[in-house]
């Protein structure tokens, strides 16, 4: 038991499980500049945008775009998770190991703060947006809705890997950042539409408020878990009589 523990955390030691560090380092980096960063854009151009619905759709069209990208170049080298749900959920099923998911998970969240960071520094002045809930909202709400924006966010990133469904292309990428996008549209107003702890946490450590910030991770890391079971044991389990392989494993 000992040395399958050892050897697991050397094998996150290698230079390939490095690189894949490195990569979700940038890739969820860029992802939040440009995410957090249309929010400040907005309020820059817009006179009242929190009342604006242009306000909404540019952070939804900016986390559709900016998605698609970074999982593209993220693709074959990390997995491409750049959500500690994603993250979670591939631990949970056993596709990356623990001590590989928690490296991610650290390259993940000083990413994401950085780039916070980067968007306070240059942009003098301005507050860094943090994720909120509406007044009509609960906490305990606001928790569900993001841990089923989580769930057909993550479905979809299994369904868009899942080599079963034919080879790895570009297109996977594109409907990943398609469903963030329309999960923005829906939810935005109620809870942000974060999907994404890495990102609340970035927003939050910088923009100087904590409030609300287990929303962004009770319910995205549940509804993270219970898409990557539900997929890969009930919807489209791997068969021995098959001996396919769910090719997920990074």
Request: charge should be neutral; aromatic fraction near 10%.
């Amino acid at each position: 038991m000992a040395n399958n523990v050892t050897n697991r955390f050397h094998q996150s030691l290698t230079r390939n499980a490095l690189r894949s560090y490195l990569a979700e380092f940038m890739s969820t980096f860029f992802y939040v500049l440009a995410v957090v960063g249309s929010g400040m854009s907005a309020r820059k151009l817009m006179p009242d945008a929190t009342l604006n619905p242009a306000t909404l759709v540019v952070v939804a069209i900016a986390n559709a775009f900016a998605l698609s990208s970074v999982l593209y170049t993220a693709w074959d080298i990390s997995g491409g998770h750049v959500n500690p749900a994603i993250t979670f959920a591939m631990a949970i099923g056993g596709h990356v190991s623990v001590p590989t998911a928690l490296f991610y998970w650290v390259a993940q969240l000083i990413a994401s703060v950085m780039a916070c960071l980067v968007l306070r520094v240059i942009l003098v002045g301005m507050h860094v947006p943090t994720y909120t809930i509406a007044e009509e909202m609960t906490g305990f709400g606001a928790s569900v809705l993001e841990g089923f924006l989580t769930f057909v966010l993550v479905y979809t990133v299994y369904a868009a890997r899942d080599p079963r469904r034919g080879p790895l292309s570009a297109t996977g990428p594109v409907v990943i950042g398609l469903m963030a996008g329309a999960n923005v549209l829906a939810a935005g107003p109620f809870s942000g539409g974060s999907m994404n702890p890495a990102c609340a946490f970035g927003s939050a450590a910088i923009g100087g408020s904590f409030r609300n910030q287990a929303v962004y991770w009770v319910g995205p890391l549940l509804g993270a878990a219970v898409a990557g079971l539900l997929y890969d044991n009930v919807v489209f389990p791997v068969t021995a009589t098959t001996g396919v392989s769910d090719g997920l494993t990074v």
